[in-house]
Nanobody, 124 residues
Framework: QSQLVESGGGLVQPGGSLRLSCASS????????IGWFRQAPGKEREGVSC????????NYTDSVKGRFTISRDNAKNTVYLQMSSLKPEDTGVYYC?????????????????WGQGTQVTVSS
C-alpha cells in the first residue's frame, strides 16, 4: 500500500527549531516533486515549500524564506523540512504531498497525493 507519512512535529517555543520528515512507502519519490503545506486553525491550507524531483529547484512562501529549508534524500525516499526561528504563526498541521513531475522547478499547486499531517505548535 502506497503512503506518505509525516513525522517530527511537536511543541516548541518561539525561536526554536524542528525538522519534519516525509517518508514514502510503496513507491519511490525519484520522479516526484514534493510539497509541504500547512493549515492553521480556522484558516485555509497554504503552500509552505516545494522541491523538484532532482532537488535542484526549491520554492518557499515569503513568510518562511530564510527560516525554513527543504531537502530530499531520494535514496531514503524521504523529504525534510528544517524549520528554524519558529514563530507562533507557524503553528498548524503540516502536510506533505507529491505530484509526478520532472520539471527542473517546482510549484506549490497541483499535488494529488497527501499524507495525514503532523501537528506543529509554537508557543511559550
Amino acid at each position: 500500500q502506497s503512503q506518505l507519512v509525516e513525522s517530527g512535529g511537536g511543541l516548541v517555543q518561539p525561536g526554536g527549531s524542528l525538522r519534519l520528515s516525509c517518508a514514502s512507502s510503496g513507491f519511490a519519490l525519484d520522479d516526484y516533486a514534493i510539497g509541504w503545506f500547512r493549515q492553521a486553525p480556522g484558516k485555509e491550507r497554504e503552500g509552505v515549500s516545494c522541491i523538484s524531483a532532482t532537488g535542484g529547484g526549491t520554492n518557499y512562501t515569503d513568510s518562511v524564506k530564510g527560516r525554513f529549508t527543504i531537502s530530499r534524500d531520494n535514496a531514503k525516499n524521504t523529504v525534510y523540512l528544517q524549520m528554524s526561528s519558529l514563530k507562533p504563526e507557524d503553528t498548524g498541521v503540516y502536510y506533505c504531498a507529491v505530484k509526478w513531475s520532472i520539471q527542473p522547478m517546482c510549484r506549490m499547486s497541483g499535488y494529488d497525493y497527501w499524507g495525514q499531517g503532523t501537528q506543529v505548535t509554537v508557543s511559550s
